[in-house]
Nanobody, 121 residues
């Protein structure tokens, strides 16, 4: 059974920074792309940033220049460093990953349970 567990969310003032972490655990043979999505109240879930197994990155325009996604393959962990946070960054942040649980498995997409980020003074 594969699990993704996020941490690092919380309340931060505008202009502040947060670092989110997401660790994958369980039966894992291989991990491909990993990413962060967010969902604000009343809005659809949207991509924030993604990183491939080869460390190619992709960012939403709304966070480009303010956020950095990275991964530690030895720890099966993906990070999202967010700086210069704005109230509009307030959302539940979810990580996801494309994982092969075993050598014989196909690629499957897994999601974490989400972590709340609130940007407010």
């Amino acid at each position: 059974q594969v699990q993704l567990v996020e941490s690092g969310g919380g309340l931060v003032q505008p202009g502040g920074s947060l670092r989110l972490s997401c660790a994958a655990s369980g039966s894992i043979f291989s991990i491909s792309a990993m990413g962060w999505y967010r969902q604000a109240p009343g809005k659809q879930r949207e991509l924030v940033a993604q990183i491939t197994s080869g460390t190619t990155t992709n960012y939403a325009d709304s966070v480009k220049g303010r956020s950095t996604i990275s991964r530690d393959n030895a720890k099966n962990t993906v990070y999202l460093q967010m700086n210069s946070l704005k109230p509009e960054d307030t959302a539940v942040y979810y990580c996801n990953a494309a994982i092969r649980p075993t050598y014989y498995s196909t690629w499957e997409t897994y999601w974490g349970q989400g972590t709340q980020v609130t940007v407010s003074s």
